[in-house]
């Protein structure tokens, strides 16, 4: 028998009962879906929470307060020194080559209220060289100054959430009062709308002057973080080194193991995001590709059934001249069929789910090429597989014993 007779016999089969084939069809339709809709979103989410990372600046160093930490020993024991607003300063001072931008950052969690509307929002106190040290933009009206700081001004910038969570959408609240602790604030701008979700929604935030916070709102000498932005990529690594040092000098410490705080950038939380989204992609992936094996077990259980039921037809072939081989090709064409329109409605259904939950999901669709590849070379694997087993078992039928077969 050729290949087409074969395949046409194979189709034929599968049709006289359409019932059993769809059922075996479905468990591959579900497996192959899920893993392409749970591979896509776990991209998605992934590139949605670098997008965010890469939008704060891809050349930006973060210092923050603490002891370094070196094979799971803290350094500089017994010594805890804070990060201050006077380090920034000094920084912006220091005229150190690849340099854009330095501010000092202080932010708590706390409430703003605006006439009969209030919200919980997260502010923050910055120095002016936030808005390009951060690539914040402003929608309306103008950041933060140095007079602003000098003078402890009560101002405050509000991020777009802030906005229509005490405005309502579309509002343009400068030159209006807000209230933070109790105290009246001058809104004198409005941040451009950045996105993101949770800790790292850039627009559910409102800004005031470092020192205002400080003294004012919160009552501490400290600073939660200090950013430096570098005038481009290619100085950053540089700039972390001669950042660090200049620290190290300032707070009288001569070896870097024992330093009082510890440096991040972009690029170190870009690779500690991806590793962690990473995995947990994969692991989505491994949870679907279990329904793929019940799947592929599926279409076995159904196939020896149906070797069980056309026992005295394989009997009769074999009995007018057809080989082992041809009655395993047959077997093994039909498990192939069922497993590759299987895959193929499992593709398109695990797309179509996929940019669905996207449009109530805040991330991004991914049509990710690898992932389908994936499904088709494991739809296949599976038809071959636990095709394989019936397939052989029907070949072996005694020709005499199959004929005589109820």
Do not use: C, W
């Amino acid at each position: 028998m050729d290949f087409r007779e074969i395949f046409t016999t194979a189709r034929e089969a599968l049709l006289v009962s359409k019932l059993r084939t769809s059922l075996a069809v479905l468990g591959i339709v579900i497996g192959i879906a899920a893993v392409i809709t749970l591979m896509s979103l776990g991209q998605g989410g992934q590139q949605a929470v670098s997008e965010q990372i890469e939008s704060l600046g891809s050349n930006l160093i973060t210092v923050l307060p603490g002891a370094q930490t070196s094979g799971g020993v803290r350094g500089a024991s017994g010594s805890q020194v804070a990060l201050t607003y006077e380090d920034a300063k000094a920084l912006e001072s220091a005229q150190i080559v690849g340099i854009d931008a330095v501010s000092a950052e202080l932010a708590r969690n706390t409430q703003l209220t605006a006439g009969g509307t209030n919200t919980n929002t997260r502010v923050m106190g910055v120095m002016p060289g936030y808005q390009i040290a951060r690539n914040l933009g402003i929608a309306s009206g103008v950041f933060i100054a140095g007079q602003d700081l000098l003078g402890q001004r009560k101002v405050v910038v509000l991020g777009p959430q802030v906005v229509a969570d005490l405005f309502g959408e579309g509002a343009n609240p400068v030159g209006e009062t807000v209230r933070i602790e109790r105290q009246a604030f001058r809104v004198i701008g409005v941040s451009v709308a950045k996105g993101g979700s949770g800790f790292l929604n850039q627009d559910d935030i409102a800004f005031v002057p470092l020192t205002t916070a400080q003294k004012q709102l919160f009552g501490t000498d400290s600073v939660g973080s200090i950013s430096v932005a570098a005038i481009s990529e290619d100085f950053v690594d540089q700039l972390r080194d001669e950042v660090g040092f200049f620290l190290l000098a300032r707070h009288g410490i001569t070896d870097p193991v024992d330093a009082d705080f510890r440096m991040t950038t972009q690029e170190d939380v870009l690779g500690a995001v991806s590793q962690i989204t990473g995995t947990f992609t994969a692991l989505l992936a491994g949870i679907a590709a279990i329904s793929l094996l019940v799947g592929g077990i599926g279409i076995m259980n159904i196939m020896i059934v149906t070797v069980t039921e056309r026992t005295r037809e394989i009997g009769l072939r074999k009995a007018v001249g057809a080989k082992k081989r041809d009655i395993t090709a047959q077997f093994l064409t039909e498990a192939v069929i069922l497993t590759i329109v299987g895959g193929t409605i499992g593709i398109g259904l695990g797309v179509g789910l996929s940019y669905l939950l996207t449009r109530f999901v805040p991330i991004p669709f991914v049509f990710s090429l690898e992932s389908v590849l994936l499904a088709v070379g494991v739809s296949s694997v599976i038809g071959i597989v636990f095709g394989f087993y019936p397939a052989r078992t029907a070949a072996n039928l005694s020709p005499i014993e199959a004929l005589r077969y109820e």
